[in-house]
């Protein structure tokens, strides 16, 4: 009934516990932050006093879905603003309870916990055997349905609540440990909205990162510009019937410019036998690029936008480091990553020797 009665006026109340683990507070201020589903920023909403370790929030039920967090000292806890009274617990073990959503939480929560403590006692156990092939194969025969039971109920947990906020956060939490076919599903039923916010974006494009990375997939196409300022494509030089390098670099990152001399020299023997490097920038001053080109002999296709790390290369292929390389077939389709020096030399040959 109470809760009923908070869900009409559409309000919360916090009601939270610092337990003993986290040591006495008393005196001390917490904060209550709000984290808009999908979005990156953190806002503070509100601040209140310990008082024998315990404190209270009271507001209204946010418009859209929204992951609020308490933190208390070097402690925080997360919990959805769902209409109702609602108990948190912060300490060693942080807990959450009372109304739908945050008891959803919650069984997340107790299913890592349970995870976790049987994955250690295993570790425990086999940590003292000799690593053999026996024992590897014992250890995993105990640890694989540990963890098929995590991502089975993980899953069950996230797809219950994928239009919420508490199903968003599991999401963004989880993406790299479910199988393809599963997050491509949640991110279908998910809102619109988290769908086009910026984690969602990233959601989306994960498998598709995560398979350029691997030096796997298709090429994708993208338009940028050329040193005078010229637009050209990828398309324009992959997929025409010769092996491309597509290297990732910019004149102010060391490593980079360190394998310039070693690509020249390998582009000279291998330009005439169905061989084209495609140079692409992050620099963001015109000039510190056109200056390394000319330096270290770059006389293969160069192209940049010089935005930096916003560049459309970076959000196109999810680059997040340089150097950074692949290798593309005749057709189009990405055959490996991360060669540099005497490893694409020994590709090349290879193929084209």
Known sequence: MVNTLYAQDKSFVLNGLIDASAGDLSGTTVYLKKNISGQPDIVQLDSTIVENNRFTFKGEVPGTPTIYYVSAGNKAALFSPEAGQISMQIGQKNRISGTAK??????????????????????????????????????LAEVQPLRDKLEKGSYSITKDNIKNEIGEYLLTMLYQVLPDEQLAELMEEARPAFRQSESGQRLSKYTVYRDIQQGKGRYLDMTLQTPDGKEVSLSDYVGKGKYVLIDFWASWCGPCVRELPKLAE????????????????????????LSAIDRFNMTWVNMSDLKGWKSLAGTTYGITSIPFTLLVDKEGNIMESYLYGEELNYRLQEILD
């Open 102 to 139: 945050n008891n959803q939480m919650q069984a997340f929560l107790d299913l890592q916990e349970s995870i976790s403590t049987d994955l250690k006692e295993i570790n425990s156990r086999y940590s003292v055997m000799e690593n053999t092939e026996e024992s590897r194969q014992s250890w």
């Open 266 to 289: 390998t582009y000279s023997k291998y330009k005439d036998k169905g061989f084209e490097i495609i140079g692409i920038s992050l620099d963001e001053r015109k000039q510190d690029w």
